[in-house]
């Protein structure tokens, strides 16, 4: 069974750090780019990072740039998310995806994790 | 404000049609960038719907389709069932930001 199961997620003080895993299995991990995707409390989807499969390819949203790090270990069959200087409004259930496309930059996700949940709060 | 702009809320009696229009500009679906839709239930993964504008993944009842017009997207849904109650997303890539953009997300209600 195709799977992306997401961990990590918890309650960190504003301008703490959290490190969000994802590990992939039933498919050939190092053949698919991966993205994460948040959904804020009461909020739509927001994109938040992009990586390719070899992991030379890297973006991130505005709004995270510069204080998130999407990485992967393809021999682990696992993406990361290195979160610092967290804010409020950091606040959002994070998804990891599957990345498809048919052309470049036409990119849609079909497989998800169920999320992982991340509170900034004091 | 999401760059994309879907209506927050349609609703349709059982065995009725719905749709729900994805509204954006020159810089996204204008440009000609495909449109992609998604379902998604409270404190689940979402699910692929529809991809590049039209095709259904494996497994998707063709009870959904998609289509594009313009700066436009829908999603249709016909024969509605009380499973179809859920949030739908729409999803591009806006050439303006750099980046892939949802739209606001519609809440699909079953009367």
């Known amino acids: 069974e195709i799977q992306l199961v997401d961990s990590g997620g918890g309650l960190v003080q504003p301008g703490g750090s959290l490190r969000l895993s994802c590990a992939a299995s039933?498919?050939?991990?190092?053949?698919?780019?991966m993205k994460w995707v948040r959904q804020a409390p009461g909020k739509g989807l927001e994109w938040v990072s992009y990586?390719?499969?070899?992991?030379?390819?890297?973006y991130y949203a505005d709004s995270v740039k510069g204080r998130f790090t999407i990485s992967r270990d393809n021999a682990k069959n696992s993406l990361y998310l290195q979160m610092n200087s967290l804010r409020d409004e950091d606040t959002a259930i994070y998804y990891c995806?599957?990345?498809?496309?048919?052309?470049?930059?036409?990119?849609?996700?079909?497989?998800w994790g169920k999320g992982t949940t991340v509170t900034v709060s004091s | 404000q999401s760059v994309l702009t879907q209506p927050p809320s349609v609703s349709g009696a059982p065995g009725q049609r719905v749709t729900i229009s994805c509204t954006g500009s020159?810089?996204?679906?204008?440009?000609?960038?495909?449109v992609h839709w998604y379902q998604h239930l409270p404190g689940t993964a979402p699910k692929l719907l529809i991809y590049?504008?039209?095709n259904r993944p494996s497994g998707v009842p063709d009870r959904f389709s998609g289509s594009k017009s313009g700066t436009s997207a829908s999603l249709a849904i016909t024969g509605l069932q009380a499973e179809d109650e859920a949030d739908y997303y729409c999803q591009s890539y806006d050439s303006s930001l750099s980046g892939w953009v949802f739209g606001g997300g519609t809440k699909l209600t079953v009367l």
């Open positions: 590049d504008n039209i």
């Open positions: 995806a599957r990345v498809r496309a048919t052309t470049t930059p036409n990119y849609y996700m079909d497989v």
């Open positions: 020159s810089s996204n679906i204008g440009a000609g960038y495909d």
């Open positions: 039933g498919f050939t991990f190092s053949a698919y780019s």
């Open positions: 990586i390719t499969s070899g992991g030379r390819t890297i």
